[in-house]
T-cell receptor, first 109, second 117 residues
Framework: GQNIDQPTEMTATEGAIVQINCTYQ??????LFWYQQHAGEAPTFLSY??LDGLEEKGRFSSFLSRSKGYSYLLLKELQMKDSASYLC??????????WGAGTKLIIKP | DAMVIQNPRYQVTQFGKPVTLSCSQT?????MYWYQQKSSQAPKLLFH???????NEADTPDNFQSRRPNTSFCFLDIRSPGLGDAAMYLC????????????????FGAGSRLTVL
């Protein structure tokens, strides 16, 4: 079967750095997405990786290792507004999006 | 601003009483999706439209139906809601189907939260 694993919940301090990991086992790979979802709101697109390496976008960076089936989302200079769920999703060989259950990130002052 | 709008944001229904959820988009995207998301779970794709072509996921119950009368609107009909259908229903759009190279980012609506009594 296909599977995306993420930690259920993480806690971090305002101003700090946090890394949210995602491991995947899918039939093929055609890209990996990270979405942010605030409670009761729509998921919004954060990043897309299809090649190995780090993609940086402001305070957020996303890393991919296809050989390890692994990605992480790195959030720097954490702000209270970053409290949200972070969803990892992989596009498989049939171009179907396989979603993780999301990581709930709690930011403390 | 171009966007995806879902109505109602909150819907309470009784067991077995039909419900219709609506989604409209001003993005002029070809593809519209309906996802079901339960608390702390991954979004589950129910079906999607590529233009007027309807694509049903194999494990989507017959209780769930959909209509897309035009490019801008899509409806989710739950014919006889059960307690297990209580969830957030998310509508999303994209320019093309996922069967393309590149990001093909989904734009989501804010969701409709369904409560079944």
């Amino acid at each position: 079967g296909q599977n995306i694993d993420q930690p259920t919940e993480m806690t971090a301090t305002e101003g700090a750095i946090v890394q949210i990991n995602c491991t995947y086992q899918t039939s093929g790979f055609n890209g990996l997405f990270w979405y942010q979802q605030h409670a009761g709101e729509a998921p919004t697109f954060l990043s897309y990786n299809v090649l190995d390496g780090l993609e940086e976008k402001g305070r957020f960076s996303s890393f991919l290792s296809r050989s390890k089936g692994y990605s992480y989302l790195l959030l720097k200079e954490l702000q209270m507004k970053d409290s949200a769920s972070y969803l990892c999703a992989v596009k498989d060989s049939n171009y179907q999006l396989i979603w993780g259950a999301g990581t709930k990130l709690i930011i403390k002052p | 601003d171009a966007m995806v709008i879902q109505n109602p944001r909150y819907q309470v229904t009784q067991f077995g009483k039909p419900v219709t959820l609506s989604c409209s988009q001003t993005l002029n995207h070809n593809v519209m999706y309906w996802y079901q998301q339960k608390s702390s779970q991954a979004p589950k794709l129910l079906f999607h439209y590529y233009d007027k072509d309807f694509n049903n996921e194999a494990d989507t119950p017959d209780n769930f139906q959909s209509r897309r009368p035009n490019t801008s609107f899509c409806f989710l009909d739950i014919r006889s809601p059960g307690l297990g259908d209580a969830a957030m229903y998310l509508c999303a759009t994209s320019i093309l189907t996922g069967a393309t190279s590149g990001a093909n980012v989904l734009t989501f609506g804010a969701g409709s939260r369904l409560t079944v009594l």
